[in-house]
């Protein structure tokens, strides 16, 4: 009997365990947003193993009241991994680590707010996160070039510029290339007429 009563203590206490472990050692660390509040990333980071239990858990922003939700949990060890999550906008441009999950646009709000994740088991206020495109704000390291990674470990920076427009010919440019052309068709003229009346001759 008196085994029993461990077995049932010790199966209601890994119970009990598995409920609130697995996931309160994330920590959000880098934020990123264009000017239009369309391309934007959140970061997240784990310094420590046995934490993948992010499926339900919600990242929310004070400022926009937008709430975001884990949609899956994370596969293997989690130690000093990090988790992307971004927009589709962000997701479409060239050369991005692709999220790891999908953020809904405009999450969070450029001018300062904060977020909190499963609850209070993290909470970041920030201050005017850059919007140039370029830069990102990091939580130690402040404004500085954006350095999304993803959990497979893929990592880079973006540009959230849009590409510059082609060059137009200015009026100069191509004024003199039909005013050279038309000098030219005029020249080829005058040397036929030259030509056929020396023959006639």
Known sequence: MRCLLVGLFVSLFVLASSAWAGHHSWNINEVFSDDDTTIQFVEMHCPVSGENGLDTWTVKSD???ITFTFDADVVGSTLNRSALIGTNAYAALT???APDYVLPDSFFDVSGD????AGSSDVWTFGAVPTNGTDSLDRIGGVGLNSP???NGDEGSVDANPPPPEPVPSFAAWGLAV????????ASGLLRRDGSHGSAA
Do not use: E, Q, V, W
Request: proline content about 5%.
């Open 114 to 117: 904060t977020l909190r994740y």
């Open 95 to 97: 050369g991005a680590p």
């Open 63 to 65: 400022s926009t009241a």
């Open 149 to 151: 990674k993803n959990l």
């Open 179 to 186: 005013l050279a052309g038309f000098m030219l068709l005029g």
